[in-house]
């Protein structure tokens, strides 16, 4: 799946139901929940970061071009 998606994941954590973590993308932000996770990419392009916590400036929205076609990585929920 690495050379499909373009990243590899170090670690996922799953956050208390109150917890936010802020999301910045194009110079908006937006909260997520849920799920987070340390996203390396190899060859995909980082739309979007992790703006605070421990997960800053990390990648959080990944895309990918592969064969014919293009996929998207979206961690945050």
């Not at 999301?23 to 932000?29: A, G, I, P, T």
């Not at 987070?36 to 071009?65: G, M, Q, R, W």
Request: with cysteine; proline share 4%.
């Amino acid at each position: 799946m690495k050379d499909v998606t373009g990243i590899w994941v170090e670690e996922s954590d799953a956050m208390v139901p109150s917890q936010k973590v802020r999301v910045k993308m194009d110079d908006k932000e937006y909260e997520t929940s849920l799920m987070c996770a340390l996203i390396h990419p190899n060859k995909a392009k980082v739309l979007a970061s992790y703006a605070d916590e421990f997960y800053a400036v990390t990648a959080a929205i990944t895309e990918n071009d592969y064969g014919k076609g293009r996929l998207g990585t979206l961690e945050p929920s």
